[in-house]
Nanobody, 126 residues
Framework: QVQLVESGGGLVQTGGSLRVSCAAS????????LAWFRQAPGKEREFVAV????????YYLNSVVDRFTLSRDNAKNTVDLQMHSLKPEDTAVYYC???????????????????WGQGTQVTVSS
């Protein structure tokens, strides 16, 4: 099992930057695929980015691929999402998620993930 705790959300102006972090408990952190999802008011939770365990491949939502960067530190049990050039449409609650197993074909699906954090609010003002 792993527990995930997000931090780093906040309010930022359009064009600004923000970094959200996810800290995980447990000593088997490296076995998990790690992702960020987000959920805006009235919308479904959507995939943002994932880093695949072992291979280290990263995949991003098309609308963030040139602006967001995902990184993990297995020694610190953290996975961070650095966000630049933020837009009002990036406003959402951002959730960290972890998945055991092979999700290379289903990494963008919520059901692929076994563990979720409580979320952190990111608000981009126009």
């Amino acid at each position: 099992q792993v527990q995930l705790v997000e931090s780093g959300g906040g309010l930022v102006q359009t064009g600004g930057s923000l970094r959200v972090s996810c800290a995980a408990s447990g000593n088997t952190f490296s076995r998990y695929n790690l992702a960020w999802f987000r959920q805006a008011p009235g919308k479904e939770r959507e995939f943002v980015a994932v880093i695949i365990r072992g291979f280290g491949f990263k995949y991003y939502l098309n609308s963030v691929v040139d602006r967001f960067t995902l990184s993990r530190d297995n020694a610190k049990n953290t996975v961070d999402l650095q966000m630049h050039s933020l837009k009002p449409e990036d406003t959402a609650v951002y959730y960290c998620a972890a998945a055991d197993g092979d999700i290379r074909e289903t990494y963008d699906q919520r059901d692929s993930y076994d563990y979720w954090g409580q979320g952190t609010q990111v608000t981009v003002s126009s």
